[in-house]
């Protein structure tokens, strides 16, 4: 522990409360960012890797219990730095699991660099029966280096999974 004395450390901690002050109304996502789709392919992207198709990475088990609740992490894409994720609408329809990723777009007029940003968040899923349970991830699709008009990018898109469900 250090102590700090006279002037110039009654000025240091000043400053630092300022600073602290300033920072706690900071925030990386801001408030009035719209909320938007996610995106969940992207074909012939202007990213540097190798693979000219991107899709969003949804990882949960090939067979779940029946009536017990599983977590699955869910990425998409974000065009850039300003992208942030936001949360995922869950909607079960007996064994049919719909899961609509939601993202927060940029402010428009921001200036953003334009990168592969991957958005995570987890998501978590019941099958209530045994037997093939189905996950339909709903987001959009882009194509090529213009993403369309921001903060909507692309076209809906829907990508299926088929999961085992045991007793």
Do not use: Y
């Amino acid at each position: 522990m250090f102590k700090m004395q006279g002037v110039c450390g009654t000025l240091g901690l000043l400053l630092l409360a300022a600073t602290v002050a300033a920072c706690d109304d900071f925030s990386p996502v801001p408030p009035n960012s719209p909320i938007v789709q996610g995106v969940i392919v992207w074909v012939d992207h202007p990213f540097d890797t190798p693979d000219p198709e991107l899709r969003a990475r949804f990882v949960f088990p090939d067979s779940v219990r029946a009536g017990v609740a599983f977590d699955a992490r869910l990425i998409t894409i974000g065009p850039n730095v300003c992208w942030f994720p936001d949360d995922a609408t869950v909607s079960t329809s007996g064994n049919r699991i719909e899961v609509t990723p939601w993202d927060r777009a940029g402010v428009p007029g921001q200036r953003c660099t334009p990168a592969n940003r991957s958005l995570q968040r987890f998501v978590r899923m019941t099958f209530p029966e045994a037997g093939s349970g189905t996950v339909v991830l709903i987001g959009r699709r882009v194509s090529g280096n213009d993403p369309g008009s921001e903060p909507v990018l692309g076209e809906p898109h829907q990508l299926e999974f088929v999961v085992e469900v045991i007793p």
